[in-house]
């Protein structure tokens, strides 16, 4: 069974820092795209990084510029997303997901094809 776990969420002051994983099971990460979408309370999904096969990234949302880092660490299977600087309005239910290449900027429609089950990042003092 094909799967994507995202662990690492939980509750953090504003100014701190989180690390996601994205692990996968089932199949291997080495040849896909993978990238991390997140969804805050009453409002849209919005992309924030994609990494490709070959570890270039795209940056879709502006406002993690210099602040969110995506890596990949094949031999694990595993893809992280390290967030500094954490401010309130991060807090979202983050999801990672799979897909043949990095869109060049996100839609919610095709920018990638399968998903995790998502995991909650809260940021609050």
């Known amino acids: 069974q094909l799967q994507l776990v995202e662990s690492g969420g939980g509750l953090v002051q504003p100014g701190g820092s989180l690390r996601l994983s994205c692990a996968a099971s089932g199949f291997t990460l080495d040849y896909y795209a993978v990238g991390w979408v997140r969804q805050a309370p009453g409002k849209e999904r919005e992309g924030v990084l994609c990494i490709n096969d070959s570890g270039g990234v795209t940056n879709y949302a502006d406002s993690v510029k210099g602040r969110f880092t995506i890596s990949r660490d094949n031999a694990k299977n595993t893809v992280y997303l390290q967030m500094n600087s954490l401010k309130p309005e991060d807090t979202a239910v983050y999801y990672c997901?799979?897909?043949?290449?990095?869109?060049?900027?996100?839609?919610?429609?095709?920018?990638?094809?399968?998903w995790g089950q998502g995991t909650q990042v809260t940021v609050s003092s």
């Open positions: 997901a799979v897909n043949s290449w990095c869109t060049q900027y996100y839609n919610d429609a095709y920018s990638f094809g399968s």
